[in-house]
């Protein structure tokens, strides 16, 4: 659909990888929504994907899913639409640079079928929209958000030429959220002082679905096991090599990550093309409003190491479906979803696992760097202990399967 013509219980600003399954969960829960994004995308969803050894997929964007994530995609009957395109990570290698010894985190050791799953972004992204043609949601396309207001009862959202009312604004319109900036929510930035890659390897050998995480004394390098004997990258580096490291050929890049990870994975053949993102915590100074509730990108944008980002976001997103379910099939037109009431109970049981999530990454980030100090170097290192579960090694377990 692209045109909303009706006022609704809730209105989710932004269709992307928090905005569309929330869609999808509240609608199915009874109340009516709008999910608007400014983007026409033209989907690639039901095409069967060409991947196999010969054209692997080297432009793919890609995120690690917890197994918590899984589980309550699966809950919310939202897995099996994404479900063809996970790749199972069976184990996680940690390790770092000059230093001897590493850590496994194997699947079958906490009593599970995966430590978590990578995706491709715009494969998910893709087949979520689509399942939002079996739902009442009213997806308007190619329309941004320009403008805001707040009244006593509901929120008018302006796209176009055209708006809406809703009860409960949600902003999910990422890093930059005009939603947030409408409401006049401040934000509060710490600069990594870093950047990283990202891109996709293609390799010579099977990486047997082994997440490998490698600390060096410039920053993480992550890699991330995809189909065809491909792996997504995180390749975390200093600001004063990010010019001359942009600038290299393909090839030369190759041969850099190459050396920077080595020959654990046999020769790295072909290298896609890459981003290069600045690394920075951005925060938002509080999660809920007036009748409006931040999530994702909007909400918090973190460091990607330890893949976290997305997974406490979902986990935001899990709590505000529990917090709004209709208590029976009458109660959500009785229930106002925007009371501050209800914002403020749902913001206050999220915040100690958001808070434990960035400490845990700005540890990770900060911890095994050149700069670092040496107390965070020891408690970086307590993670590669092999010998026992050492409290960092078995909150690095449950926070990497986003069950902790
Ligand atoms: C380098 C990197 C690697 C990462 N890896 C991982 C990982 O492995 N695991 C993990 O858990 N997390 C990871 N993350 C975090 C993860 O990518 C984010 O949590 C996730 O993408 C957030 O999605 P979102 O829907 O909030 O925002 P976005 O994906 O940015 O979507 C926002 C949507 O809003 C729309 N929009 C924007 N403005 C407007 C407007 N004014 N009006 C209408 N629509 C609008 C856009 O078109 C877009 O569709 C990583 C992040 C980075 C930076």
């Known amino acids: ?59 793919q964007r890609c995120t690690a899913l917890s197994l918590g994530t899984r589980l309550w995609l699966e809950s919310q009957n939202l897995w099996n639409t994404i479900a063809d395109d996970a790749c199972p990570i069976s184990q996680v290698h940690v390790s770092h640079k000059g230093y001897f010894g590493s850590t496994r985190l194997n699947a079958d050791e906490l009593n599970a ?101 490698r600390f060096t004394s410039s920053g993480p390098l992550a890699l991330l096991p995809r189909p065809a004997k491909t792996m997504s990258f995180v390749d975390c580096v200093e600001p004063d090599e990010r010019e001359s490291i942009q600038s290299l050929s393909d090839d030369a890049y190759l041969q850099r990550l190459q050396q920077r990870f080595g020959y654990r994975l046999g020769d790295f053949r072909r290298v896609g093309p890459r981003i290069a993102v600045p690394l920075v915590r951005i925060e938002a100074a509080t999660q809920v409003a007036e009748r409006t509730v931040l999530l994702g990108n909007a909400m918090r944008l973190l460091h990607p190491v330890g893949g976290q980002g997305y997974n406490l976001a979902m986990r935001d997103v899990a709590q505000l479906c529990r917090s709004l379910q209709p208590l029976n099939e009458h109660d959500s037109s009785a229930r106002d979803p925007g009371s501050a009431e209800l914002l403020q109970q749902f913001s206050n049981t999220r915040k100690r696992d958001q808070q434990q999530v960035v400490q845990f990454t700005d540890t990770l980030a900060r911890g095994f760097r050149g700069k670092a100090s040496l107390p965070a170097h020891v408690r ?18 449950q926070r990497t399967m986003g069950l902790g």
């Open 380 to 397: 970086a290192l307590g993670l590669l202990s092999l010998d026992t579960l050492s409290p960092l090694r078995k909150q690095f377990a």
């Open 113 to 213: 079928d995966a430590v978590g799953y990578v995706v491709n972004n715009q494969t998910v992204n893709d087949q979520l929209v689509l399942g939002l043609s079996a739902t009442s949601v009213q997806h308007v396309t190619g329309m941004r958000v320009n403008n805001i207001h707040v009244e006593d009862d509901g929120v008018r959202v302006y796209f176009g030429d055209t708006s809406l009312k809703a009860r409960l604004l949600i902003a999910a319109d990422g890093v930059s959220s005009t939603t947030r900036q409408s409401v006049g929510i401040q934000t509060h930035q710490v600069d990594y002082e870093q950047s990283a890659f990202l891109g996709t390897v293609q390799l010579e050998r099977e990486h047997d679905n082994i997440a490998y995480e």
């Open 1 to 59: 659909m692209n045109n909303a013509n009706s006022d609704v219980d809730i209105a989710i600003v932004g269709a992307g990888l928090v905005g569309t399954p929330l869609a999808n969960v509240l609608s199915a829960q009874g109340w009516s929504v709008a999910l608007l994004d400014a983007n026409t995308r033209t989907t690639n969803a039901g095409q069967p994907q060409a991947q196999n050894a010969q054209t692997p997929d080297l432009n």
